[in-house]
Structures are given as structure tokens and as C-alpha cells.
């Protein structure tokens, strides 16, 4: 009886996805990218943080990957899948960089891919990628790691919480977003994204 009362009085999930304007989109978005914000929704929603209790935060989506997203985070909030942060990254100035040190998950920014060959829009700049965790998942490119904190990460044999494997991997390949984490020499784990790219 005890457990089904906690249970009970546990706040919901309660997605909520709302449309966005340019003003809130902030630094990550600026003129001459690929989609207006008019393509793009805020999934609000609860999810569970590293403290063992539940948090609400936000990502901004492409309108069509806001159902997608909903499914995945609903299934990692049954599951209590720990997550740091999840704030849109305007709140970080549009910065991958600081974003990524505050282990902060996050979707939509206008930026360039950071790959190497030429010049392309990353799938971040279309919403429809979502980097998770990026501390407990590094992006190794190039012999760098990605935030520098992830260092402490790159032996994923030990699993830990928050990190990128079974119940994570397996929420986002539920609806079809393959991971990044398979990327061959240049694993990106924090990466999951609608396209593969």
C-alpha cells in the first residue's frame, strides 16, 4: 500500500508541446538558418534527475519529431533514467561548448556540424537531434573529447548512471533515431537524432 500511494503521488510526466517564437529561441537562432521557428515546438515535460527526484525542463524540436520526442523521454521517465539538466540551449547563449560542461541535455541550435569535410548544417540546426548527458556521453573528434569533464567517461565498460547504453539507446531506436555512440572513430554518445546524421 505504502509504495502504491508514493507511487501515486509522484507528479506526472505531462508533456506539453508549445510553439516557440524567434525572441525565445535567443542566440541559437539567427538569420539564414535552415528552418524558421515556426518549424519548431518546445516539448515540455518532467524527467528524472541525478538527485533521485523529478525535475521539469524543456527541449525545442522540430514540430515533427515532437511526437517522437515525447515517446522516448516518457519511456526514460517510467524507466527514472537520470538526466543533469534539460533546458533549451538559448540558455547557454546558443554555446555547444557551455551547454555541454553544464552536462545540460539539449536539442535544436542553429549551428554548423563539427565534422570534418565541408561546410554543413549539423541535424541540431533542423531540431531534430538530441544530445543527452554530454559529461556521462562524450563526442570524441579528432583525439579531443568533448566536454573535457567526459574524460572521465571514455571507459564504457563501466557503466554508470546517466550513460548512454540499454535503457537510453534503446528509447530513442523504439521510434527509429539511431545513436551516434556507433559512429566508427568518432563516437559521439551523447548523439541521437531522426535522420543518423
Given at each position: 500500500m505504502a509504495l502504491l500511494l508514493a507511487l501515486?503521488?509522484?507528479?506526472?510526466?505531462?508533456?506539453?508541446?508549445?510553439?516557440?517564437?524567434?525572441a525565445q529561441l535567443g542566440a541559437s537562432y539567427h538569420a539564414?538558418?535552415?528552418v524558421p521557428p515556426s518549424q519548431l515546438r518546445l516539448v515540455r515535460m518532467g524527467?528524472?534527475?541525478?538527485?533521485?527526484?523529478p525535475h521539469r525542463g524543456g527541449l525545442v524540436v522540430s514540430a515533427g519529431s515532437a511526437p517522437d520526442v515525447v515517446k522516448v523521454f516518457g519511456r526514460l521517465y517510467a524507466a527514472r533514467f537520470p538526466i543533469r539538466r534539460m533546458r533549451p540551449i538559448a540558455a547557454y547563449g546558443g554555446s555547444d561548448e557551455r551547454?555541454?560542461?553544464?552536462?545540460?541535455t539539449s536539442a535544436f541550435n542553429c549551428r554548423y556540424a563539427v565534422a570534418s569535410g565541408p561546410r554543413r548544417w549539423s541535424v541540431h540546426a533542423f531540431g531534430q537531434a538530441i544530445d543527452v548527458n554530454p559529461v556521462?556521453?562524450?563526442?570524441?573528434?579528432?583525439?579531443?573529447?568533448r566536454p573535457r569533464a567526459g574524460a572521465a567517461y571514455l571507459?564504457?565498460?563501466?557503466s554508470r548512471p546517466g550513460m548512454a547504453e540499454g535503457t537510453l539507446v534503446d528509447a530513442f531506436a523504439a521510434v527509429g533515431w539511431?545513436?551516434?555512440?556507433r559512429w566508427s572513430g568518432t563516437p559521439d554518445y551523447q548523439h541521437?537524432?531522426?535522420?543518423g546524421g
Open positions: 501515486l503521488s509522484l507528479p506526472p510526466f505531462a508533456p506539453a508541446v508549445v510553439p516557440v517564437t524567434q539564414g538558418c535552415p524527467y528524472w534527475g541525478f538527485d533521485g527526484k551547454s555541454m560542461a553544464a552536462d545540460n556521462e556521453n562524450p563526442y570524441l573528434e579528432g583525439g579531443k573529447v571507459d564504457r565498460s563501466r539511431p545513436w551516434g555512440g541521437f537524432s531522426a535522420t
